[in-house]
Nanobody, 122 residues
Framework: QVQLVESGGGSAEAGGSLRLSCAASGYIGNIYCMGWFRQAPGKEREKVASIYTGGGRSYIAVADSVKGRFTTSQDNFKNTLYLQMTSLRPEDTAMYYC?????????????WGQGTQVTVSS
């Protein structure tokens, strides 16, 4: 079992920055992909970014909607995932979730955090 706990959400003005963290605990030996999702009220859940680490390499994917503004990184032990958000826009307002799984296919994220709210004001 893997537990994920997000932190770092809050409020920011448009153009500002926030950094989210996701601490993973438990047995992470079978976890090769960690990612960030978000969901705004009345909208579908969106995959924001992910990191796949395997074979000695890391592969990072970032959604077009946040490319150039958001970056994701992971500590060397793969137990903390970060999402650095810059140039925030009101449309970035959403609940942000950390997720983990064996790979980065949307249906493969088996473990989820409780979410952290990000609110961006204009």
């Amino acid at each position: 079992q893997v537990q994920l706990v997000e932190s770092g959400g809050g409020s920011a003005e448009a153009g500002g920055s926030l950094r989210l963290s996701c601490a993973a605990s438990g047995y992470i030996g079978n976890i090769y992909c960690m990612g960030w999702f978000r969901q705004a009220p009345g909208k579908e859940r969106e995959k924001v970014a992910s990191i796949y680490t395997g074979g000695g390499r890391s592969y990072i994917a970032v959604a077009d909607s946040v490319k150039g503004r958001f970056t994701t990184s992971q500590d060397n032990f793969k137990n903390t995932l970060y999402l650095q958000m810059t140039s925030l826009r009101p449309e970035d307002t959403a609940m942000y979730y950390c997720a983990a799984g064996a790979n980065c296919y949307p249906t493969s994220f088996k473990y989820w955090g409780q979410g952290t709210q990000v609110t961006v004001s204009s």
